[in-house]
Each structure stands twice: as C-alpha cells, then as structure tokens.
C-alpha cells in the first residue's frame, strides 16, 4: 500500500521517538510531548512530565522496540492516529521484559509541527 508524504512524515515521527526513548533524549522529548499529553501504560496513567522523570531516572528503559507493523489515519488536518504492533524491549525495576504490544499514539499538529498528545500500550495476547 503507498503512503502518502504526511504518513511517510508521521511514521518517521514515530519512529524517531522510539530512538529518543531508547536513547533517553528527554530533551527532544519534551519538545515532541504536549503540555498535556497523557501516557498510558499497563499499571499506571502518565503525564507528561512524569513520564519524562520515568525516562530520565531509568525507572523504565525502553531497550529496543521492534516494529513489525505500522498504520496511520487522519481523522482531520490537523489529526493523526499511528498504530505501531511492536514487540518492545525494556528494563522496568531492574528486569528486562519483552513484552507485545498494539501502541496507539495520536499525534496533533501545531504551529506548523505535528506534537504527542496520546502515547497508550495495549498488551497483547500471545499464542502458547
């Protein structure tokens, strides 16, 4: 299926926080999250600045994430919904976890630049 440029501009968005994460860039971070963005994880609600501290102080390292498939759709102009099913690599409380995913993330343009407004993990149900 082609993807138009604003999909191309949104997954690579996407993708780029992904890095940032795992990189713990919360500099860059901060710059893409919305004031009032909301962060939901499978034990806890975040806000945007507890979801930083989260990333700053190693509570949560995101390792690695493998993307395995990618979906965007614009509910308007100035609205985007990406659906990223991942397996993500992290290190919560010491341990390192593998888990699988369905990420939605809902992106908002302002001013001119797309900016995070909603980050949740979905786990999913995995096959024995």
């Not at 759709?73 to 099913?85: E, G, W, Y």
């Amino acid at each position: 299926m082609h993807q138009t440029d604003s999909e191309q501009e949104i997954i690579a968005l996407s993708k780029q926080k992904w890095d940032w994460m795992s990189a713990c860039e919360t500099d860059k971070l901060e710059a893409l999250f919305h004031e009032k963005a909301v962060f939901v994880h499978m034990g806890a609600t975040m806000t945007k600045e507890q979801e930083l501290e989260v990333i700053k102080t190693g509570r949560i390292h995101y390792k690695g994430v493998d993307i395995q498939e990618v979906s965007v759709r614009f509910v308007s102009d100035t609205t985007a919904i990406l659906l990223n099913k991942i397996q993500l690599i992290a290190v919560v409380g010491g341990n390192e976890v593998t888990n699988p995913f369905v990420v939605t993330e809902v992106y908002i343009k302002q001013s001119e630049a797309w900016v995070l407004a909603s980050l949740s993990f979905t786990r999913l149900l995995t096959q024995p």
